[in-house]
Every structure is written in C-alpha cells, then in structure tokens.
C-alpha cells in the first residue's frame, strides 16, 4: 500500500523581523537542507492555533530577531504494510536530513490504489484519422485469423 504522510518541522530562522520574512527563510532552508536527495517532499507553512481558545496564528513566532517557524512536510511513501510504517520511514529520511529539527508526523492517508482501467482509457481513444496511411478500419483479431 501507499501513503501520504505529513510531517510538521519545527525551523528555526535568525536575523528576521517579520513573520513572512521568516516563513519564506524557513521554506528555502528547508528546500537546500532537502534537496536534492529528497526533492518530491512538498514544503508548505504550517498551521499554528491557541490551545485554549482556538484562534489561528501565524506560522512563525519571532522574539528577539529570531523565530520559530511551523512548516508541514509531505511525502508519499510506497509499498508499505501500515500506517505506522509509513509515518516511520518519512519520519526517518527527512529527520536524517534536517538534523536538529524536531518532527511530528501529523497525518498518515491511505492512497487509493489506481486501478489499471486508467492506463486504458488514456490508450483506448481512437487514433486519428489523418495518421492512417489505409483508407478503412484495420481487421479484427478473428478475421485476421479466418483467413
């Protein structure tokens, strides 16, 4: 089986007076530290709310010129036997490269296995008529056969 996962990281950023300035540092020191080993990982800001009354804040808090930024890591992960496997193994490649970041897998989704059909509806339309070099339709299997 296959699954997405997502891990959310905890960067750290210097010498920042915004929130955005430390959002936009965050997510390029995440892409180089990533890159280009783990390049598929999708980097996006990550979503912070107050435990006590459940108010949205920004993804970056900053004191003294410095901050702290939430970023959401997703990854998929194939040929998997659960969940719990999943989330081990991305846990494991991005902790490996962004050494001193706390992580913490927040979501592990089950990816629906894509049927074959897909493959053949793509390849079922019928071929244009201009490419035919034949004025008709090319013979059936059986018909081929008969004679």
Known sequence: MDCRVVVEAAVPVYDVETADEAVRIAISKTGEMLNPDLSYVEIEMGSRSCPH?????????????????????????????RNEHAARIARKEIGKRLE????????????????????????????????????????????????
Do not use: H, K, R, Y
């Open 53 to 81: 009354c459940d108010e949205q804040l920004e993804p970056a808090f900053i004191a003294a010129d410095e901050g702290l930024v939430a970023l959401e890591l997703e990854m998929t992960v194939f040929n998997v036997e």
């Open 100 to 147: 001193n970041i706390p992580l913490e897998v927040l979501e592990v989704e089950q990816l629906d296995e894509e049927p074959e059909e897909s493959e053949e509806t793509e390849t079922d339309e019928p071929p244009d008529a201009s490419d035919d070099d034949d004025d008709g339709p090319l013979p059936e299997f059986e018909e081929l056969l008969d004679e």
